[in-house]
């Protein structure tokens, strides 16, 4: 089964609202998790580093402002797209590391984000 | 620029045969190496991973194979089955750095 749950699997937005995507952990605690956005026939990007009680450590060319991400809890990202614009439409991922893992690393599901 | 590179799109393999993806890497730092398979609009689902300690992993169907002096791992999937068609990723890094290749899109044909 899932270990990494992200919702919403999918989001309709209007132009100039917000939306929140959340990433869990589902059975191990996650310090890190990532977050990323495929575009269509490309490979997924990674726009941040999120860490457990201290700020996401960004990409260069991600805005920090327009994509907020919050890490309040060992099992728990957020991803907020702020102002969402239609060219934020697209598929969103996260994923977590399991340090006692091995660190591997599970992906959630994903979530398409729609922006009208 | 892309630090790991995954040079062959598509891939097509008759089913039972061997399926052999590549990928090539460029930082010698990056110390663990994973694969993941990916159907469309879903989450990459992880397969196998490897640490620069080793050379070789194997699960099942499933080996990868890590040349730290060439940068370069692959995964080997045998016998190839109908159901592995799907577009695999091979990602690198060390720390909290990883990143992806852009995915061959592997066909087992029936």
């Known amino acids: 089964g899932a270990v990494v749950s992200q919702h919403p699997s999918r989001v309709i937005c209007k132009s100039g609202t917000s939306v929140k995507i959340e990433c869990r952990s589902l059975d191990f605690q996650a310090t890190t998790m990532f977050w990323y956005r495929q575009f269509p026939k490309k490979s997924l990007m990674l726009m941040a580093t999120s860490n457990e009680g201290s700020k996401a450590t960004y990409e260069q060319g991600v805005e920090k402002d327009k994509f907020l991400i919050n890490h309040a809890s060992l099992t728990l990202s957020t991803l907020t797209v702020t102002s969402a614009h239609p060219e934020d439409s697209s598929f969103y991922i996260c994923s977590a590391r399991d340090q006692a893992a091995g660190n591997t690393i599970y992906f959630g599901e994903g979530s398409w984000l729609t922006v009208v | 620029d892309q630090q790991v590179k995954q040079n062959s799109p598509s891939l097509s393999v008759q089913e039972g045969r061997i399926s052999i993806l590549n990928c090539d890497y460029t930082n010698s730092m990056f110390d663990y190496f994973l694969w993941y398979k990916k159907y469309p609009a879903e989450g990459p689902t992880f397969l196998i991973s490897?640490?620069?300690?080793?050379d070789k992993n194997e699960d099942g169907r499933f080996t990868v194979f890590l040349n730290k002096s060439a940068k370069h791992l692959s995964l080997h999937i045998v016998p190839s089955q109908p159901g592995d068609s799907a577009v695999y990723f091979c990602a690198a890094g060390s720390g909290n750095q990883f990143y992806f290749g852009t995915g061959t899109s592997l066909t087992v044909i029936p």
């Open positions: 490897i640490s620069s300690i080793k």
